[in-house]
T-cell receptor, first 117, second 111 residues
Framework: EPEVTQTPSHQVTQMGQEVILRCVPISNHLYFYWYRQILGQKVEFLVSFYNNEISEKSEIFDDQFSVERPDGSNFTLKIRSTKLEDSAMYFC???????????????FGPGTRLLVL | KQEVTQIPAALSVPEGENLVLNCSFTDSAIYNLQWFRQDPGKGLTSLLLIQSSQREQTSGRLNASLDKSSGRSTLYIAASQPGDSATYLCAVEGSQGNLIFGKGTKLSVKP
């Protein structure tokens, strides 16, 4: 069964460093998302991406964050200058093309655990 | 602003019991509602999706209902097993496609 994959599974970085989290969505999906979950807290939406552009972003997704689909398979989240509070589990998700405006199931990857020291 | 609440926060039951997990949301203008399972330190596994026009969905021992007008959903698990132990998350999808999650119910099924 197709699944969303993410690399790396764990990343430790120093405050102020840039990190790139990578995701390979399910191949026929057209909608891509990043979410994060700080330890012990709710899963929070960061950004959605469709047709090579951001379609929606939350207030968490500030100028330090960016997303890119560099080729036909990868979807990346870049944090330019990491802060301690960026430590969290980051999840990528993807969904199929929407039929008649209805929502489709979002399929999540296993996550990347980011620790900023 | 949409808020999603899940009650109870934790639940412990003996194996074999039927149980109900509750989810409520403040804004009834949703596209769908999704139930997920999260194992410790792991990703989210989608269990069921209910479109806003639907009342319920079933998959195996799981049944999810949706009452959009009252802002409520329930996840019914029949004949619980120790392997069902996990955190169950409810999420609603708004008009922009993003999911808004509750904090989850941590379920423990004792053998």
């Amino acid at each position: 069964e197709p699944e969303v994959t993410q690399t790396p599974s764990h990343q430790v970085t120093q405050m102020g460093q840039e990190v790139i989290l990578r995701c390979v969505p399910i191949s026929n999906h057209l909608y891509f998302y990043w979410y994060r979950q700080i330890l012990g807290q709710k899963v929070e939406f960061l950004v959605s991406f469709y047709n090579n552009e951001i379609s929606e972003k939350s207030e968490i997704f500030d100028d330090q964050f960016s997303v890119e689909r560099p080729d036909g398979s990868n979807f990346t989240l870049k944090i330019r200058s990491t802060k301690l509070e960026d430590s969290a589990m980051y999840f990528c998700a993807s969904s199929e093309p929407r039929a008649g405006g209805l929502g489709e199931t979002q399929y999540f990857g296993p996550g990347t655990r980011l620790l900023v020291l | 602003k949409q808020e999603v609440t899940q009650i109870p926060a934790a639940l412990s039951v003996p194996e074999g019991e039927n149980l109900v997990l509750n989810c409520s949301f403040t804004d009834s203008a949703i596209y769908n509602l999704q139930w997920f399972r999260q194992d410790p330190g792991k990703g989210l596994t989608s269990l069921l999706l209910i479109q806003s026009s639907q009342r319920e969905q079933t998959s195996g021992r799981l049944n999810a209902s949706l009452d959009k007008s009252s802002g409520r959903s329930t996840l019914y698990i029949a004949a619980s097993q120790p392997g069902d132990s996990a955190t169950y998350l409810c999420a609603v999808e708004g008009s922009q496609g993003n999911l808004i999650f509750g904090k989850g119910t941590k379920l423990s099924v004792k053998p």
